[in-house]
């Protein structure tokens, strides 16, 4: 198995554990496509490959983490309203505490 059938397995896995429904690789691609196409709301760019979006999939919101490079779906996470708020001009802010910094 390479990176990229790893990274399937584990959201397949992670799926099934969280929402309790089993996907087949079509659910995958839609998902996929979904994100490709813009119809899921970007929480956060959490590294440079991978991102965190906010989708509805079959009547459920979910929140997946997605990878741009291998452009294939890492794992599924319950959404949370804490994460984050969209402000009026389309850019996201951050409700999470920034740590004090320690003045070195």
Known sequence: MNKKD??????KTRFAARFHQQLTDVNVLTIIEMIRESKSTVIKKQSNRKTRHRLT?????????YDTVRKMLVTALYPRSTDVKQHETGKFISNTPKKA????
């Open 6 to 11: 790893n990274e399937l397995h584990h959201f």
């Open 101 to 104: 910094s320690r003045g070195k």
């Open 57 to 65: 999939f079959e009547g459920k919101t979910i929140d997946v983490i």
